[in-house]
């Protein structure tokens, strides 16, 4: 199957007494993947980044399918909490965006306790943090890699994705 999917891991723990904002609604979501298409694109005008992707990338992030679906919660995977944050289905130029991961709410209650996400680097790396706007964005270029084909299936090469992500935040931030 060609669907690839993202997994995201936990790289700074926050300990919160404060309730997490309320869930995101499905509309609400959708809301916040335009807002991030379009944040994407500002990036691919940058020369860097669309050299980076190749012609016709911003077309193919524009003429995306983008759905909003639960996959899970997050869990432990490697002795680390992990959830997965999109997916990509190629053949169908279908991207699958985690109505319960990092996307749409950066900040999830696992266990009781708050976790921030990023996508960009867990450890032994260094933690890189960016806004919630740009986390949106990076991870749907992230997708787009896989959309285009120039970024390989990475679900089970945490390595790999992070080796993806270092590259986008090196080209297009
Ligand atoms: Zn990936």
């Known amino acids: 199957m060609g669907k690839r999917t993202c997994i995201v891991f936990v790289s700074l723990i926050l300990v919160s007494g404060r309730l997490m904002e309320a869930q995101h609604s499905a509309d609400a979501a959708k809301q916040l993947v335009v807002e991030a298409v379009a944040e994407a694109g500002k990036r691919l005008v940058k020369k860097e980044c669309s050299d980076f992707f ?68 867990s450890p032994p790396e260094s933690p890189v943090m960016l806004t919630d706007p740009d986390f949106r964005a990076l991870l749907l270029l992230h997708e787009l890699g896989h959309l285009l084909g120039k970024f390989g299936p990475d679900t089970a090469a945490t390595s790999r994705s992070q080796h993806y992500n270092k590259a986008i935040l090196k080209h297009c931030f």
């Open 54 to 121: 190749g012609a016709g990338a911003l077309a193919a992030l524009t003429s995306a399918k983008y759905r909003v679906v639960s996959f899970g919660q997050p869990r432990f995977r490697e002795g680390k909490l992990a959830v997965a944050g999109a997916a990509t289905i190629r053949e169908t130029g279908m991207v699958l965006i985690n109505l319960d991961g990092p996307f749409v709410n950066p900040k999830l209650i696992a266990g009781g306790v708050v976790h921030r996400f990023n996508s960009i680097l």
